[in-house]
Nanobody, 132 residues
Framework: QVQVAESGGGSVQAGGSLRLSCTASGYTYNSNCIGWFRQAPGKEREGVAAIYTGGGSTYYADSVKGRFTISQGNAKNTVYLQMNSLKPEDTALYYC?????????????????????????WGQGTRVTVSS
């Protein structure tokens, strides 16, 4: 059974940085897709960044390109989201999500967007608050 757990949220002033961590376990496949979504109050869940652990392919939403970096840790199923130049509009509950194999990344690359329905396992979320 695949499980994920996030950590690293917090409060920061605009222009600051935070790093979120996600550790996944229980996969059947050797390489999988791990992503970060966020949801602000009153807004839909938005896909922020994703990585395929088999080859390092990545995706970023336009809203975070150049500011956020998704990367793998030394442990293959540990993924980090480094968030720099944070803005008040980045304030949200951030979720780590995953699904097995390359299929989610294939869909992301074909559609140009991360769809929540393509990720079957979700963490509890970690809150990020950016003050102006």
């Amino acid at each position: 059974q695949v499980q994920v757990a996030e950590s690293g949220g917090g409060s920061v002033q605009a222009g600051g940085s935070l790093r979120l961590s996600c550790t996944a376990s229980g996969y059947t496949y050797n390489s999988n897709c791990i992503g970060w979504f966020r949801q602000a109050p009153g807004k839909e869940r938005e896909g922020v960044a994703a990585i395929y652990t088999g080859g390092g392919s990545t995706y970023y939403a336009d809203s975070v390109k150049g500011r956020f970096t998704i990367s793998q840790g030394n442990a293959k199923n540990t993924v980090y989201l480094q968030m720099n130049s944070l803005k008040p509009e980045d304030t949200a509950l951030y979720y780590c999500a995953t699904d097995e194999g390359i299929w989610p990344m294939t869909r992301i690359q074909a559609l140009g967007v991360m769809a929540p329905a393509d990720f079957g396992v979700w963490g509890q979320g970690t809150r990020v608050t950016v003050s102006s």
